[in-house]
Every structure is written in C-alpha cells, then in structure tokens.
C-alpha cells in the first residue's frame, strides 16, 4: 500500500485499523487486572494500596499506555497532514475531546468512539447544512448567522444540559451508571434539614 497526499484511502484504511486494535486493547485491559487496579487506584487510592496494589506502577502504567497511544496517533496525525504546528492543538481541540467523552459517556470506549463520530458530524454536516439551508429558504435573521462559528457555544450548552440531566452521557458503562443513579438516589432519600428538626 503506497501512501501519497493525493490519494486518501490508505490512509482511512490504515485509521481504521488503528482504531480497531485500539479499541479491542481498551475493551480488553478494563476486565483485565490491571484495569481493575486503575479502577480501585481511582476510586480510592489508600484503599487500593491497602489491598496490595501497586499505586506508583499502576499511574506509571496509565501515563505510559495513555502517552504511547496519544504518540501513535500523532505520528498518523503528522503523516496525512504532512506538517505538526502548535496552533493545531488548541483550546478547541481539548474542549471537543471533553465534549465528546461526556456526550458518549464515561467509562465506556464504544460510548465515547459514538460520541466522538457524533459529534464529528456535527461539526462537519450538520452545521454546515443549517447554513446552505437557511441561506437557501431565505429566513430572516438566520440566514445571516453562521452556525459552524457558535459551535462551541452550542457544545458548551449541550455539556451544561448533559451535567443537568444525564451525568452519565448518553452510552455509559453498567458500572458508571450505578454509580451515579445510586448516589442521586441516597442524596433523593436524605430528608431536608426542617424535616430533621421539626421530627
């Protein structure tokens, strides 16, 4: 397979079997044992330790496997554009990644991948087609707006709404889940500090 600027797909093929390998990896290595000692380092570190953990190896692993994956992808990032420049890595860049882990859903790897793909089209389409079509119906006040400009403003309403009514995103893991509706059910159970003094 030659890779040259021209001709995309060898590289949409190559991203695709990155993606791939990648995702197995990180399906396999959450039951795996070590996943399950970045769960409990997590949750809580002194008690993690206190269970034999190795808290300074486990974040050493997190970091490196974390680095190494980041690295791969920019290599493949730096090959299809042909140039690395630091404007590249913005503010918006960060804000999106943030967006699209909590819009998918923490703690699941497919849940983010859908939420990344998701908002890709967004961006990409959505948007886009939001200004063809106004601009074409002639409406008044919105053909003038470009909505690929106020996309971050739409996210940043999209995350608010999101922490209001669905912390757990859209494809969470069983385990994130319980975790949320379990503690939104305790703090539902609490009673309010009148009803406390009036008993």
């Known amino acids: 397979m030659t890779f040259n600027f021209s001709d995309p797909v060898p590289f ?3 991203m695709v079997v990155i993606l791939a390998v990648v995702m197995v990896l990180v399906y396999r290595l959450q039951g795996s044992r070590l996943g399950r000692a970045w769960m409990a380092v997590r949750e809580d ?14 974040k050493l692993l997190a970091f490196a496997l974390g680095a190494s994956t980041a690295g ?19 503010f918006a860049v960060s804000f999106t990644v ?3 882990v909590v819009l998918g859903g923490m703690g699941n790897a497919w849940g983010v991948a859908i ?3 998701t908002l890709y089209e967004i961006q990409s ?10 601009q074409a119906v002639q409406v008044p006040f919105l053909d003038t ?5 106020y996309q971050f403003l739409l996210y940043g309403l999209a995350l608010v709404g999101m922490m209001l009514l669905r912390p757990e995103g859209l494809f969470p893991s069983r385990r994130r889940q319980r975790e949320l509706h379990d503690v939104s059910e305790d703090v539902a159970d609490v009673p309010p500090p009148t009803a406390a003094l009036g008993d």
């Open 115 to 117: 939420g990344a793909f």
């Open 72 to 90: 791969l992808a920019g290599v493949f990032n730096a090959s299809k554009l042909g140039i690395v420049s630091p404007d590249q890595f913005g």
């Open 45 to 58: 570190e002194l008690a993690a330790a206190s269970a034999g953990v190795n808290t300074v190896t486990t």
């Open 98 to 100: 943030l967006a699209m």
């Open 12 to 14: 949409y093929v190559t």
């Open 145 to 149: 707006i470009d909505f690929v400009q």
């Open 125 to 134: 389409v959505v948007l886009k087609g939001l200004n063809q079509f106004f």
